[in-house]
């Protein structure tokens, strides 16, 4: 039961890090330029939103196991096989979370006040230096929601993981998932104890985020 | 010698901003009422605004449409001062004035802060500033870069009539220091006391204007922009 929840946090950290990074720089172009496609590339990035999960979960199966593009290039580099793996969950849940990092960001962004970028400009920052110093502490409670609802949402993930994962204890299986064998084995006791911890989790990184911005949670509901 | 020949359309209300003006490293005071286009006149200097035309600022070519040259704003080094509060909430006073200028020496850094007594606010946030003090921050910050330019928008709107005047010597005084032209938009009268050349915005377009208030006319560059004294 450990394993499970202990592995449901890590994918949920590992996944909340590597959005932050791609996250970033996708809601920025967003938010602040004019190009063709970007319509369908706010589409693609909302899908998540309402495709069912399994469906993701299929499409990324696809794409993961060793004859399909990114598994084979996997096996290539790594000698081992992306689907049922750790790492093809990470793939899954990339995608799976993907509106939940870049709309909170994509808000911060489109509220930064005109006159900070321009200040920062005028002080003869550009690029990645006027990101780092003033876009980023600009929009910290943007970033903080970002990661919040991407690490919250992780760790309720069912469908897509199951699907590319497959539920190998000790290696794929999650908690979420877990809970659900523990049901169906009838399992009580176990069940009950995962279920807490898993809304204990959902409760804690809420209240973290809500405290350090309500303003901010009122209008992102992705 | 500085150069101006530049044309724009305005913000919101879809005005033609039109300005033609030659001016040596001094101060330029431009009054005009509300909405006559002096801040957009600031903004187009600045590189935020786009325009069309010349400007030559000391050697530099800001802005050539004809050779289409035109340098974008972190490039042009213009220390600007808003007519609103524009400080970084998340940074120290010390760390706002420093801004992108970090290289400059903390000695400079004294002196500046000494003149336009900001020096005992330092290590405070901009939320506990009051707006004449934040105003005296913006002009610190606009004078700490060594910039090329100046362009302060009614800089000492906020100040008590004491300080505004003891400040205004310290603005002449700090710009001579540069040895860089300084523009200044304001309302207040007395602030013509320091300025070497006034321009008046009607409408968009800047008329150089003589000590009586009447108007000469568009000058072209070539042509004495009237000077004062």
Known sequence: ?222 | MNELRMHAHGGENGLRLEATACFDNGIVLITGDNGAGKTTLLRALAGLHPARGLIRVGTETWLDTDRGVCMPPERRRVGFVWAETVLLPWLDVAANIRLGAERESTAWLGEVCMAFEVDELLTRVPASLSRGEAQRVMLARAFYRRPALLLLDEPLSAQAPAVRARLRAVLAAMRERLGVPLILVSHDPDDASIADWRWHMRNGRLIHESADGAALGKTTCGETAWKQG
Do not use: C
């Open chain 1, 1 to 222: 039961m450990m394993a499970a929840m202990w592995i449901s946090l890590k994918l949920a950290a590992v996944t909340t890090v590597l959005l932050l990074m791609v996250g970033v720089p996708l809601a920025w172009l967003l938010a602040r330029r004019r190009f063709r496609g970007r319509a369908m590339l706010e589409v693609m990035i909302a899908l998540p939103l309402v495709l069912p999960p399994t469906v993701l979960g299929y499409y990324v199966l696809l794409l993961t196991a060793p004859a399909g593009l990114l598994g084979r290039a996997w096996q290539a580099l790594f000698d081992a096989s992306l689907a049922f793996s750790f790492s093809g969950m990470v793939v899954a849940s990339l995608l799976y979370s993907l509106p939940f990092a870049v709309q909170p960001m994509l808000q911060a962004y489109r509220a930064l006040p005109g006159p900070w970028l321009e200040l920062g400009r005028m002080q003869g920052l550009q690029g990645a230096t006027l990101l780092r110093r003033v876009v980023l502490p600009a929009s910290r409670q943007g970033m903080l929601v970002a990661a919040g609802l991407v690490f919250a949402h992780t760790m309720g993930e069912f469908g897509a993981i199951l699907m590319v994962g497959g539920s190998i204890p000790g290696e794929t299986r999650v908690a979420s998932i877990a809970l659900f064998e523990f049901v169906e084995m009838g399992n009580d006791r176990d069940a009950a104890m995962l279920a807490l911890m898993l809304l204990g989790v959902s409760v804690l990184v809420l209240s973290l985020v809500y405290r350090r911005s309500p303003a901010m949670m009122a209008d992102v509901r992705p």
